[in-house]
């Protein structure tokens, strides 16, 4: 074969595996364009999605309608779908809208106000609540932090890895080929994003786990990193269900006694589920994706079935219908936004409550965890559905409450015990002694040994 036989060869090639591929992205096209053609086909798409998802059951964060329309021309397809409907559907920045589209859907508008947890939040942020003081901890996918969106708060990142041959999991800075996961990227900018995150002014860790490690054995490795490196942090985020060891169950008491709180999926179901804001923004309702689920008969024994059963108690928090950062082809890429229209799960849900308790750790440092769901899952606050919902600045007001309460119980303690020692009839060295004391206890906080004392008189 000669030179010029040879690289019409590659041309022909080359041609095929071009029409190859524009024939899948045609199928591609076809099948949006065949899903959003109507309302009715749309349902029935959603339905479908959502049986799948209970009969699965094992899987409760399938995304929606083929990962959505991110990055695609859709300005050609006839989207004969409700405003609505177009709510559900997954897009970004990239994605190409015609004219008509634009002025029916508002893409731009969506995007742009689902960077806010909600109204009431963006009220607190320009009163300067949005978790300052406050550090949390991110463990999750790898990404490029190196952005403006985590620009002045990133104290350190770090990847974990079990390189292949080894039985350890080791750590090392993030490399440029570690990936920019979009997984990751997404719980943090929702929790601490400059423009998306619920915090964002807290200083986050970002703890990475590399393809291909097992995310129980690092868990376990970024808790003893933590605790070996006496790292100060106040909350700790993972957005996932993994097997704790008889080792990390002894970390995670040890952090919990350091005043660490540890978010993860496995206790979420029981307090938590998400929804998106409502249509005139007042409430948080149940997501519709959920909704479906809810209708449809499972295991009652089933994961799905369990949270299914429990969805009446828990608190809803705002999800579907919420941006966040999108990931870059390139590192030059400017940033980009993706709008979740899809269901989101609890990955995305876990993330947001961890830092709205980063907002209650700003306001009250001493606040435990069951106190700031006691506070949140309100009764009397119920959406139309009859579902409890977090309304920010409405959980801030009964935080600011219940310091001030805490307050004027430790200052009645504080002026009890000194009335005590000076109503003794002991001679004025000894009481000048203990007064001393019980200054110097008071001064330190020590209300435990201010109440031994008064057991003593």
């Known amino acids: 074969m000669s030179i010029d036989e040879f690289q019409n060869y590659l041309k022909g090639q080359k041609k095929d595996i071009s029409a190859q591929e524009q024939t899948l992205e045609d199928i591609e096209k076809a099948k949006i364009a065949e899903i959003l053609s109507s309302d009715e086909k749309f349902e029935e798409k959603f339905t479908e999605i959502g049986n799948e998802i209970i009969n699965n059951d094992k899987n409760m964060d399938l995304s929606f309608i083929l990962e959505g329309i991110d990055g695609m021309d859709v300005s050609q397809i006839d989207i004969n779908i409700s405003p609505e409907n177009f709510k559900r559907l997954t897009f970004d920045s990239k994605t190409t809208f015609s004219q008509e589209q634009i002025e029916k859907y508002h893409p731009k508008n969506l995007l742009e106000e689902g960077k806010k947890f909600s109204d009431s939040m963006e009220r607190l942020h320009k009163k300067g609540i949005d978790g300052k003081g406050t550090k949390i901890a991110i463990i999750d996918s790898c990404f490029d932090s190196k952005i403006e969106e985590f620009e002045d708060k990133v104290i350190q990142q770090v990847v974990f890895e079990k390189k292949d041959g080894n039985d350890f999991i080791s750590h090392r800075e993030y490399k440029e080929e570690?990936?920019?996961?979009?997984?990751?990227?997404?719980?943090?900018?929702?929790?601490?994003?400059?423009?998306?995150?619920?915090?964002?002014?807290?200083?986050?860790?970002?703890?990475?786990?590399?393809?291909?490690?097992?995310?129980?054995?690092?868990?376990?490795?970024?808790?003893?990193?933590?605790?070996?490196?006496?790292?100060?942090?106040?909350?700790?985020?993972?957005?996932?269900?993994?097997?704790?060891?008889?080792?990390?169950?002894?970390?995670?008491?040890?952090?919990?006694?350091?005043?660490?709180?540890?978010?993860?999926?496995?206790?979420?179901?029981?307090?938590?589920?998400?929804?998106?804001?409502?249509?005139?923004?007042?409430?948080v309702v149940q997501d519709e994706l959920m909704k479906t689920m809810s209708e449809l008969p499972c295991d009652k024994n089933s994961r799905g079935g369990k949270v299914i059963k429990n969805l009446p108690n828990t608190v809803l928090i705002p999800c579907t219908g919420r941006t966040s950062l999108q990931v870059r082809e390139e590192k030059e890429d400017k940033e980009e936004y993706k709008y979740n229209g899809s269901v989101c799960g609890a990955s995305f849900a876990i993330p947001q409550v961890a830092a709205l308790f980063a907002i209650a750790r700003q306001i009250d440092p001493s606040i435990k965890l069951n106190e700031f769901i006691e506070i949140i899952k309100n009764p009397e606050r119920l959406n139309s559905e009859g579902m409890m919902y977090v309304e920010p600045e409405e959980m801030v007001k009964k935080l600011v409450e219940k310091s001030k309460t805490n307050e004027n119980t430790q200052e009645q303690k504080e002026k009890k015990l000194i009335q005590i020692y000076k109503d003794k009839k002991i001679n004025q060295t000894d009481l000048e002694n203990e007064y001393e004391r019980i200054e110097k206890m008071i001064g330190e906080k020590d209300f435990e040994n201010l109440e031994n004392q008064e057991e003593r008189y």
Not at 213 to 232: R, V
Request: proline share 1%; with cysteine; hydrophobic share 35%.
């Open 178 to 283: 570690d990936g920019d996961g979009f997984h990751g990227k997404t719980t943090a900018s929702l929790s601490v994003g400059k423009e998306c995150g619920i915090a964002p002014k807290a200083e986050v860790y970002l703890f990475g786990i590399a393809e291909g490690t097992d995310w129980s054995e690092a868990k376990e490795a970024i808790l003893k990193y933590i605790l070996d490196n006496n790292i100060n942090v106040d909350i700790i985020s993972m957005s996932a269900d993994t097997k704790n060891s008889e080792q990390t169950s002894k970390m995670l008491k040890e952090l919990e006694e350091k005043g660490c709180t540890f978010f993860d999926s496995s206790g979420f179901w029981k307090d938590f589920s998400w929804g998106r804001i409502s249509e005139d923004g007042t409430e």
